[in-house]
């Protein structure tokens, strides 16, 4: 079994930042892509970012591009979001989620092991 914990949600003000982390634990292994998923309330989990195994590609949400970046220190086992330039419609519980595979994805499918959550919301 492997165990996610996400880290470093709160409340902030709209044009504000946030890291979130996600730290891996138990039978935790090499090669797998990392994502960060959300929802807000009332809609499904949407796609944030992934990242692959080794770091070098990732890719992420039209909505979140060039606000957001996703990076991965493997011998901490940990996952990093930065989120910049916060909105209000960025509000939503954040997810970190690890991969079937070392290549990046955005499909839900893709991904075997989940976080709890964690709460970001952002005030106008």
């Known amino acids: 079994q492997v165990q996610l914990v996400e880290s470093g949600g709160g409340l902030v003000q709209a044009g504000g930042s946030l890291r979130l982390s996600c730290a891996a634990s138990?039978?935790?292994?090499?090669?797998?892509?990392m994502g960060w998923f959300r929802q807000a309330p009332g809609k499904e989990r949407e796609f944030v970012a992934t990242i692959a195994w080794s770091g070098v590609n990732t890719n992420y949400a039209d909505s979140v591009k060039g606000r957001f970046t996703i990076s991965r220190d493997n011998a901490k086992n940990t996952v990093y979001l930065q989120m910049n330039t916060l909105k209000p419609e960025d509000t939503a519980v954040y997810f970190c989620?690890?991969?079937?595979?070392?290549?990046?994805?955005?499909?839900?499918?893709?991904?075997?092991?989940w976080g709890q959550g964690t709460q970001v919301t952002v005030s106008s």
């Open positions: 138990g039978r935790t292994s090499s090669g797998s892509a």
């Open positions: 989620a690890r991969g079937l595979w070392s290549t990046p994805s955005r499909r839900i499918s893709d991904y075997n092991y």
